[in-house]
């Protein structure tokens, strides 16, 4: 039953309109496999009520969407972009209750020192058009150690700008996005050229079909 929902569902990867950057037609979920890249990094965090969390708890259970970023930052095809697309994904997953159960997404700051838990909280407010649908964390590693293992695990590279009053930003870092399948292993990068939510929704489709044909098994 799980299948046939999951297929009837896959049409929302074509229902996303173009863009001029993606004008391509998206490869229909199942269609494709995706390869085990490797184990996702765990580590300490603080989510935005400023509970402590485990990443390895946030990257289990569900196929996860995670996303560094951090909030002071207004390069357009960065920040601003990727929590973009995963509020795309947020809003179909409030009418698709498959996606809302079984997909899970998480903004990740790596400016601890600015991005508080509050203000973290705030940002989420700010972002999220509707508290329904999927699950959807807002979170910052609990120290600098631990912010710096993280991101070595996921060759995640900040640098801070040479003027820290640039406008885009204090801190400059490539785009990197991650999709992590429910025993947390990273089974596919976006990079800014790579981002396209009607890609990003494919895959976790991709995936959640997978897991459905091996159910079957």
Request: charged letters at 25%; hydrophobic letters at 35%.
């Amino acid at each position: 039953m799980l299948l046939v929902i999951l297929l009837a569902a896959a049409a929302f990867a074509t229902d996303l309109p173009r863009d001029p950057d993606y004008d391509y037609d998206p490869p229909a979920p199942g269609s494709y496999t995706l390869p085990v890249v490797k184990t996702a990094g765990d580590g300490a965090l603080l989510d935005s009520s400023g509970k402590s969390v485990n990443l390895r708890d946030l990257t289990h259970g569900r196929v996860t969407v995670l996303s560094f970023i951090y909030t002071r930052c207004a390069a357009g095809k960065a920040c601003p972009y990727a929590t973009g697309v995963l509020n795309q994904l947020h809003q179909l997953s409030i009418d698709d209750q498959t996606l809302a159960k079984n997909m899970r997404l998480i903004s990740m700051s790596f400016d601890p020192d600015y991005d508080t838990p509050q203000r973290l909280a705030d940002y989420s407010d700010a972002i999220r058009e509707e508290k329904a649908g999927c699950e959807w964390r807002f979170t910052t590693a609990k120290s600098r150690t631990d912010l710096e293992s993280i991101l070595a695990a996921y060759d995640q590279t900040v640098d801070k700008r040479p003027n820290p009053s640039d406008p885009q930003g204090p801190l400059f870092h490539t785009v990197r996005v991650f999709l992590i399948d429910r025993d947390a292993r990273i089974r596919n990068i976006y990079s800014s050229g790579t981002l396209d939510p009607r890609l990003v929704i494919a895959d976790v489709e991709t995936l959640l079909l997978e897991e459905a044909k091996l159910s079957k098994k």
